[in-house]
C-alpha cells in the first residue's frame, strides 16, 4: 500500500492561503478561554432538542435536571471522541508529511493542522476537567478500529476519514456556540473549534475533490468507498457512548434502545451529516458493497437515499473490480471465501443463498442489498462475531447479528402495503384528513419528504381503483395523513370521504413525488404557495415544513376556494399562522366573497394580483397545486413576469375527473406507432421480454409480463410510471406534468404517456 502522501496534491497556493487564515485567526486555549469563569447552573451543555433521548418516551418520564444532566455527558461523550478523533486525524497527516520537502508550505500548513488538533485536544480535556465530566470511552472494537485504520488507510479515504468527523462535530459545535441556553463555557469551547476547523475542514475538501479528479481503477475505487463508508459508520456510532445514561442516572438498557429507535436522534445524524455526505457522494465516495452503512448510520437521510445518493445499483465495473480483487486475495482461509461470498451475494437474487464458489453474475444491473448481508453472514464474518463475544454487542448495536437482521425479501420501495386507517378527521362537509397507521417494521419504506403523495387502492363498487393523494402533514411529524375532498361523480373521494372508517385497511403505495426542493437550515429564502382547493395539501406540508426547517425563510401562502366553509384546514393554517407569525402570510381568496379583513381577498387567484408578488423579485420558490385552470394560468403569469421555469414548481390534481380536457391522453403525434415491436426491460434487476400489441402503451406492454411495476394515476401526473429509454424509440409523450426538462433530455419517459416507435425498445425501471 502506498502512504497518503503519495497522492498528496494540494497546491502550494491553497497551503499559502490556509497558513495566512490561520496567522490571522487562531486561538490559545491556555489564555483565550476563562477557565476560572463560574459555570451556570442547571445549563444544558447541547441544545436540548439534540439529546439522543429527546422525544422518546423516557424523555417525557425524565425530570428537567436529568434532561440537563443527560446533556453534560452527551457532550462530554462528543467532546471525548472529539480528542479519539484529532488522536487519529494528526497521525494522518503526520504520515503524510513524513516525506513532504519541509521547504514548502504544503508541510508547513500540514504540521499547523497537526497542531491545531494538539490545541484543541488540550481545550477538550481542559473543558472535561473543569465541568467534572468523565472521558466517555467509545467500545474497545472502535479504538482497535481506529488502531488498524490510521495505520492502513491511503488515498482519500484518509482526508474523508478527517472530513466526516470534522463535519459531523462542526455541525455540532455550530448548533452549541449560537444556542444561548447552551452553558457559555461550552458554547466558548465550541466557537474555537468551529472556526479553526473551517481551514481543515477546506483542506480536506480540497484533498478529495483533487485525487478523486485523477480517476482511479475500479478495484481501488471500491476499497476507497468501503473505507469511507467503514469508517463513517464507526466515528457516527462511537459520537455518544452507551455510557452517559448510566451516568445520567437512567437504566441504560432502555436507554440505548430508546436511542436507537429515536427518529430524532436520526434526524439529527442526518442534518449533521447532510453536508459531508452530499460532498462525498459528489466525489464518487459513496457507493460499492459497504454503501448499505450509510444508511445504517443514518448519516443519510431517507430523502438523500431517495434522490440515490446511495446508488440503487452495482455496476459491472464494481463486480469486475470485486472479482479481481478476489483473485488476488492472499489465501487466508475464509479470507477468498468471503470475497467470493460477496460477489455471489451481487450476483444472486435477493433470498438465494450464494454458492461459495459462484462466480458473478453477468448483469449490467446487481443489488447492493445482499453483499451487505453477504459479509455479515459470511462464516469469516461470524468467526469474527463469536471471536468478540466479550464486547458489549447489546449496548452497542450488532452489525453481523443475522438473528437481529430479520431475512426478508427486499421489497420495491413502490410495493403496496395493506395499513389501517388510525384516524379520520372531518375538515369540511365535503372534505376529510385520513391518518394511517405504520407499523414500526414499515416505517422507512413511508417516510415522505414534503410535498409527496401517496396512492391508496381499494374496491370500490366491486372494482379495483387507484387514487394519489398528497401527505400534509410536516416531514418532522413523519404522520401519514392525506386531505381528500369529495369530487363531483368522484367514486373513490366519495368512498373515501363517505365510507371509510377508522380501523378499516386499504393498500397503499408508499411516497412518491418530486414537488419539493431541498430543505436547508441555512437558507433565508422566500417561498410562495398558490393553493385551491385541496391542492393546498402538498403545500400545507411544505409550508409547515420550511418554517420548521428553515428559521430564516418566510411563506406566502395564497389559497383559492369558493366561500369559507370550503376552506380545508382552515385551523391548522391559522395556527401555523399564529405560531411563525411575520414569517407566514396567509390570504385566502374567495371567489364568492362574503368574507373582509385582514387575511381576505375576493376573486381569483390571476395575473392581475399575482403581478405584485413576482415583480417584487424576491421568491426564490412558487409552489402551484390545484385545478389546471388555475395553476397553468399562474405558471404563464409568472412566466411572462419574467420568472425562471426552474423557480415554479407545479403539481396538478391527480383524481381522474379534475384533470381537464387538456391534459387528457390524445393520440401519439410527430413519431409513427411501430407494429410488431418488441419490449425488453429491467425492473428490481429482473429482466423481461414482452412482444408488443399495436399501439399498446409501454406500461401496459410491462404490466402484462406479470411485474408489478409502478404506476398510479396514467395521466402524466404522478410520475410512477418513469423509466429510462435506453434502446430504440418511443413516441413523444401525449401529456407530461411529471418529468422536469432535465429528466426528459437525460432520456425518462413517462410509460403510461408512450408507445414503440421503433421495432425494439429498451426500458430501465431500476434507473
Ligand atoms: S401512471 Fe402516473 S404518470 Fe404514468
Ligand atoms: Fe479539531
Ligand atoms: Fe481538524
Redesign the pocket.
Known sequence: MTGVDARFTASEKISSRLLKSALKQSYDPWTDIDWDAPLVENAPFLPLHRSTLYGTDLWDEMTPEQRVQLTRHESASIASSGIWFEMILMQLVLRAAYDMDPRTAHMHWALTEIADECHHSIMFGKALARTGMPPHRHSKMFNELGRIFKSITWGPSSYAAILVAEEILDEAQREMMTDETVEPLVRRVSQIHVTEEARHIRFAREQIADMMSQGMDPAELLAQQTLCAVVAFAIVESLISPGVYAAGGLDSKRAVAAARNNPNMHKTRAEWGKKVVEFLAENNLIGGPAAGLWRASHLMSEADVERGLIGRTVDTGTATALKAAAGVLPNIPGLRKLARGTLAGIGSGPGKQPKPDAEPKSSSSLSITDPVRAIAESAPAQALRRATDFLPWGLIGDPLAPSKRPRKKPESSKSVHRLAVADIQRLTSDSVAVTFDVPDDLRDTFRYIQGQHITIEAMVNGEKVRRSYSVCAPVSAQTLRVGVKKVADGVFSSYVVDTLQIGDEVDVVPPAGRFYTELDSVNALHYVGLAGGSGITPILSILASVLEEEPNSRFTLWYANRDRDSVMFFDEIAELHQRYGDRFTVLHILEDGGHSGSGFANGRIDAERLSTLAESGDVAHWFLCGPAPMTEGAREALRAKGVDDQAIHLELFNTIGLVPAATQAQPAQEAEVAAGAQLRFSFEGADEAIDMRDGELL?DAALRTGQDIP???????????RAKLCEGQATPMMENH?LTPNEVDAGYI????TRAASKKLRLDFDD
Open positions: 406500461l404506476w398510479s394515476c396514467r395521466e402524466a401526473v404522478c410520475g410512477m410510471c411529471a413517462l410509460t403510461c404517456q
